[in-house]
C-alpha cells in the first residue's frame, strides 16, 4: 500500500503536540504559582528552561528536531519535562532493527523515509505523596504506513487506592467515548508493557498503552488528541489532593528507591528511549525522563 | 570441538575467585578501620553484609547461584559490590541470543548445556576525589567451547592525571608479563566497549576489556588471575592517595551527575548486566554495580 501524500495530516499532528505542549507547560507553572503557601512555598515557582532540540545535529541535512521544556527544582515539581518533536528522514537500519516484529515494520536493507510526531511528558514531584506520571502519545509515518501510539501510566512511590482508581477510571472513560473495545485491551498492554521482568514487578500501577493503532486516521487522531486532553486534568486532580500533605524522611527515601525502578525501566525496557537514542535524537531531550535524583539499595 | 571434562578447570577457576573475593572484601574493611582519622572517621567502619544468590530461584531445579558482598555507608565507601556467581544448566533461547555473532556462540534452537563462574567489584566512594572502580572477570564453558572474558576500569568524577596514567600502566604492565599483543589489543577494547554512543562520551578514563579468549586454558586462566591480583593494589593505592582530600559540595553533586553516566551506560549497554538480566539471575546481585545515588540534570 502506498499512501497518498499525508502533509495535510501530519501538519495537523505535529500542531495538535504543540497546542498541547503549550496547555501542560502553562497548567503546570500555574500549579507552581498556587503552592504559594505552605511546603517548599518559601522558594520561588518553578519555570521551564525550554530549549530547541536537533536529531542528528552533526550532520549537515535537517532531520527534525523540537522542543524540550525542562522545570528543575520547584515547589511542587521536582524535575519536569515536557517535549515535543518532530522528526523525519532516511530510516536508519540499526533503527529499522528496532522496530522489527512490528505491524507494517519497514524493511531491512531497503531504503525508507519516515516521519514522526510525537510529545512526551514525564514529572517527578517533590512531594513523595504525588504520584510521577507520564504521558506520551506519538503518530509515525512511513511510505507504506502510518500508525498513532502513546499511553499514560501512574507512578505513585506511596500507593493510594484512591488515586490509582481514579487515573484507570478516566483512562477508561476516554478509551469507552472512541471506542469501547480500547480500554480493556490498552490498559492490558500497560500491565504488560510496564512489567519489569528482572524485578518481578511492575514500574508503577498502569494505565494505558497503544500502538500501531492503524483503523481510520481521523479516528485514531481524534483517540490520541483525547489521550493527551485526558491526562491533563487527571493528573492536575490527584496532585491538587496530594501536593500540601506533609511527608517523612523515610517516604522521600521511598520515592528515591522508587525512581531506581523508574529508571531500570526506561533505560532497559522503553521503547521510545531506545528508538531516540538509536535513531540519533538528542541525549538529554530522550533522557528528560530520568529523575532528577535516584537510589538503588 | 567436544571438550574432554572440564571439572578440574572448573574447579579451579571458580575457587580462585572465591580466594580473589576474599582478599578484596577483607582489603576493603581494613581500608574502613583505618580511615580513624579525618574524614567521616566519626562513623562507624563499613562492613559488607554478605547473601546468597540463586539463580532462577523459583525454579525447583538447581542453577547455581553465588555470595553477593555489599557494603553500603562506610567511611571510603558510599557503596561496593562484591560479587562472586557460579551457574549453569541450559542455556535459555533468549540468553543464546544475546551472545550471537560472538566467537562459538551457540547454536539457536539447539539444546546448550553452559557452565560460568565470575566475580564483579563495583565501588562507589564517598569522596570525589576517589575515582569509582569496576572490575569484573568470568570464565564461560560450553560443550564446544570455554573462554574467558573481563576487565577493569576506572570511574573518576574528577580526573586526576597522575591516578589515570598510573592505572593504565598497572594495567599495561600485567598484560605485558602475559602476552606482548595484549596490551594494546584490551586497552583499546575497553576504549570501544565503555563508550556511550548516544553521549558522545565514554563513561570513565578507560583500562582494559577482553572477551573470548580462548588460547591455551593454563594461560588464559593465568592472564585472568592476575587481573584480578593487578587490580586489587591498583585500587588500594589509587584509594590511598585521595581518601582524606577535603571535597565541596560541587564537587560531590558532579560525583552524582557522573553516576547517572554510569547508571546509562550499564543498563543500556554493557554485557554482563544484559546476560545477568537476561539469564535469570538475581536482580540485586547483577544490578548491585548500579550506584547509591545517582542524579540527572
Given at each position: 500500500m502506498v499512501i497518498e501524500n499525508f502533509e495535510s495530516q501530519k501538519d495537523k499532528v505535529s500542531k495538535w503536540f504543540l497546542e498541547l505542549r503549550?496547555?501542560?507547560?502553562?497548567?503546570?507553572?500555574?500549579?507552581e504559582d498556587i503552592q504559594n503557601t505552605g511546603l517548599r512555598s518559601e522558594i520561588p515557582a518553578g519555570r521551564f528552561v525550554v530549549s530547541k532540540t536537533k536529531r542528528n545535529s552533526e550532520l549537515e541535512v535537517d532531520s527534525g528536531g523540537g522542543l524540550m521544556s525542562i522545570m528543575r527544582d520547584g515547589r511542587v515539581f521536582e524535575k519536569v519535562g515536557v517535549n515535543i518533536s518532530?522528526?523525519?528522514?532516511?530510516?536508519?537500519?540499526?533503527?529499522?532493527?528496532?522496530?522489527?516484529?512490528?505491524?507494517?515494520?519497514?524493511?531491512?536493507?531497503?531504503?525508507?523515509?519516515?516521519w514522526a510526531s510525537g510529545i512526551s511528558v514525564v514529572a517527578h514531584m517533590q512531594n513523595p505523596h504525588c504520584p510521577a506520571v507520564h504521558m506520551n502519545t506519538r503518530m509515525f509515518w512511513t511510505p507504506n504506513s502510518w500508525w498513532?501510539?502513546?499511553?499514560?501510566?501512574?507512578?505513585?512511590?506511596?500507593?493510594?487506592?484512591?488515586?490509582?482508581?481514579?487515573?484507570?477510571?478516566?483512562?477508561?472513560?476516554?478509551?469507552?467515548?472512541n471506542d469501547l473495545e480500547y480500554y480493556p485491551k490498552f490498559k492490558k498492554?500497560?500491565?504488560?508493557?510496564?512489567?519489569?521482568?528482572?524485578?518481578?514487578?511492575?514500574?508503577?500501577?498502569?494505565?494505558?498503552?497503544?500502538?500501531?493503532?492503524?483503523?481510520?486516521?481521523?479516528?485514531?487522531?481524534?483517540?490520541?488528541?483525547?489521550?493527551?486532553?485526558?491526562?491533563?486534568?487527571?493528573?492536575?486532580?490527584?496532585?491538587?489532593?496530594?501536593?500540601?500533605?506533609?511527608w517523612t524522611e523515610s517516604q522521600k527515601n521511598t520515592q528515591l528507591l522508587h525512581r531506581g525502578l523508574y529508571t531500570e525501566y526506561?533505560?532497559?525496557?522503553?521503547?521510545?528511549?531506545?528508538?531516540?537514542?538509536?535513531?540519533?535524537?538528542?541525549?538529554?531531550?530522550?533522557?528528560?525522563?530520568?529523575?532528577?535524583v535516584a537510589k538503588w539499595y
Open positions: 503549550n496547555s501542560i507547560v502553562a497548567s503546570f507553572e500555574k500549579l518532530t522528526v523525519y528522514g532516511p530510516l536508519e537500519e540499526r533503527t529499522k532493527k528496532v522496530m522489527q516484529g512490528r505491524k507494517n515494520s519497514p524493511k531491512i536493507g531497503q531504503p525508507t523515509e519516515f498513532f501510539g502513546g499511553g499514560a501510566d501512574l507512578n505513585p512511590c506511596i500507593e493510594n487506592s484512591e488515586d490509582t482508581s481514579f487515573f484507570h477510571a478516566e483512562m477508561k472513560k476516554c478509551c469507552d467515548r498492554w500497560a500491565d504488560d508493557y510496564f512489567y519489569i521482568p528482572h524485578r518481578k514487578c511492575s514500574r508503577g500501577v498502569g494505565g494505558i498503552f497503544y500502538d500501531d493503532l492503524n483503523t481510520d486516521w481521523e479516528k485514531d487522531f481524534a483517540f490520541t488528541a483525547d489521550v493527551g486532553s485526558t491526562f491533563l486534568p487527571t493528573f492536575l486532580d490527584i496532585t491538587e489532593k496530594r501536593r500540601q500533605l506533609k526506561n533505560l532497559v525496557y522503553d521503547r521510545g528511549t531506545k528508538f531516540g537514542l538509536e535513531s540519533g535524537h538528542d541525549a538529554n531531550a530522550v533522557l528528560m525522563s530520568l529523575p532528577p
